[in-house]
């Protein structure tokens, strides 16, 4: 690895070196590294790119790291990963994408995730998504996410795109089962020129499930956004989703939340607030010392914390 | 020492679609010494918080100037003022989505500080450190723990001259009590000026001097003892269910 794929390397997952537990990098379209361990199996597909990550049942607090680093301008990649996650699991995963894009074409990368949750396990995901480098050619990202999860399984995902990354256009489906929860916290800032659209569409098919989805996201510049949150209840279940947005310059911003209720005891809530930054606020943090641009920054960093 | 020389403030007529002026201050002129704790009174409406906000640099005088011992400091920016050592505490303290007690206690002491230094300040305002520290200064807090974190920040920047806009709204009264302790403490500790705008008897009584403003002019001031028997045979100093609250 050279000084762009390790920086690239700790932009999305946080690492300085190889992780613990489980894990498989992959870098330039291919896998560059790779580790299973007693519990936790990673293996190539069979039939396309992309690999599978098989955790047994009951494997408690061990972690998988599958990050994604693309350095060569002009690649352009689909891939598919699919995880199955045993009964009375307790695993945190954690992936992401970081494109360095130094030259004039387009690089690309489209991870197709499928999570198979078992009953009763609890998955914490965290995806994370960078972009750096000089070049015209565009960082775009396609993630699809899909989950099933079993009866009483938990899953919370955590998704995050701070920088860099030129066009995204993110999916999100779940299915959750009696008992199941689902809890989504998604973190997204953009700038220049950038586009993202982020498109969740959860049902609630078995009694006591719920959801709770969260987009904190600042677009600046020309930037443009749009989100768009569908909950289906179909049984008695609760679901919220919440789209929260600070818009600043030029940048446009559309929040669609949705929510169908299938059911007389589908409990569900939406909410969506688009505005600037208001201006005590920044009185406020002017009056602690703070200069205007120094102000800014502290609010952003606090709301997409 | 602060010193406003002959400070007015007008606001376009929106009823006469700006073809008249406001004044909201008329030349109004005073002194804040070294180490003196000066309470500014007066009836609602006549233009307190806005003296308040024109010693911060959050709005700007029509005529008149502001000295900080003795530089003029009538054009400079809120964020000068403050790094120059003046600090507001607003009546009605901003939320923030994300932004924990810790970050903002961190960014008032203008520099890395630990837990317990943070809890400190809390503690002080009469709140449970341990419980508020990292809790986000959003619209989850009730307006009396807001209010007291805003007191906190003050505390937290120890500056020469310490603003603070009616510190006692939404604070009930068991904490009233420490709030008058925090002033006194401050006021015996950090050898910078206080000013406060209340209309709370009990603040009254623990200035220095007191000056009252009503209908945008310093109609009087003095020392507590020259204003406040004066005060109290009036309505000015505070609304009649404050005062029989105190009695209590």
Known sequence: MDAIQRELLMQVAGLHEIPAGAYNIRSNGQSIERKSTGNIEIINK??????????????????????????????????????????????????????????????????????????????????????????????????????????????????VQIRGVDSTKRENRAHLKAGAKLVVMERLMTHGKQKAESWFDVQLDGEDSSANIVSRSVARDESWQLFQSHISGNTRCSGHTECDAIIMENAKISAVPQLTANHVDAALIHEAAIGKIAGEQLIKLMTLGLTEAEAEEQIISGFLK | ??????????????????????????????????????????PNGGGKSTLAKIIAGIEKPTSGQILF????????????????????????????????????????????????????????????????????????????EIKRIEIATILARK????????????????????????????????????????????????????????????????TKEEVLPELLGTANAAPSCDKAANRK
């Not at chain 1, 030259?103 to 994370?128: L, T």
């Not at chain 2, 010193?3 to 002129?29: A, C, Y």
């Not at chain 2, 009469?126 to 959003?138: M, P, S, W």
């Not at chain 2, 209309?199 to 623990?206: D, F, G, K, T, V």
């Open chain 1, 46 to 159: 069979p039939d396309k790119s992309g690999i599978e990550i098989h955790i047994k049942p009951g494997t408690k607090k061990e972690s998988v790291h599958i990050p994604v680093i693309m350095s060569q301008s002009g690649l352009e990649e689909v891939v598919y990963n699919d995880f199955y996650i045993g009964e009375n699991a307790d695993v945190t995963i954690i992936a992401g994408c970081g494109i360095h894009n130094g030259g004039d074409a387009a690089s690309r990368h489209d991870g197709i995730h499928r999570f198979f949750i078992g009953k009763n396990a609890h998955v914490k995901y965290v995806e994370k998504h960078y972009g750096s480098g000089d070049g015209s050619g565009e960082r775009i990202m396609n993630p699809v996410t899909e989950i099933s999860l079993d009866e009483d399984s938990f899953m919370e995902m955590e998704t």
């Open chain 2, 1 to 42: 020492m602060l010193e406003l020389k002959n400070i007015s403030f007008q606001v376009p007529d929106e009823k006469t679609r700006n073809t008249k002026e406001i004044g909201i201050l008329k030349d109004v002129s005073l002194t804040l010494e070294d180490n003196q704790f000066v309470v500014i009174t007066g």
């Open chain 2, 69 to 144: 011992d003795g530089q003029d400091i009538t054009d400079m920016s809120i964020t000068d003022r403050a790094k120059l050592g003046i600090s507001y505490a607003f009546q009605q303290p901003v939320r923030f989505k994300g932004v924990t007690v810790f970050d903002l206690l961190r960014l008032a002491a203008g520099k890395e500080i630990s837990v317990a230094g943070a809890c400190e300040y809390l503690s002080k305002v009469g709140l449970c450190a341990k419980d508020y520290i990292r809790r986000e200064v959003n619209g989850s807090l009730s307006g009396g």
């Open chain 2, 159 to 222: 500056t020469r001259v310490s603003v603070f806009d009616e510190p006692e709204a939404g604070i009930d009264l068991w904490s009233f009590q420490n709030l008058i302790q925090v002033f006194e403490e401050m006021h015996e500790q950090l050898h910078g000026s206080i000013l406060i705008i209340s209309h709370q008897e009990r603040i009254l009584n623990i200035a220095d001097r007191i000056i009252l403003i009503a209908d945008g002019k310093l109609v009087k001031k003095g």
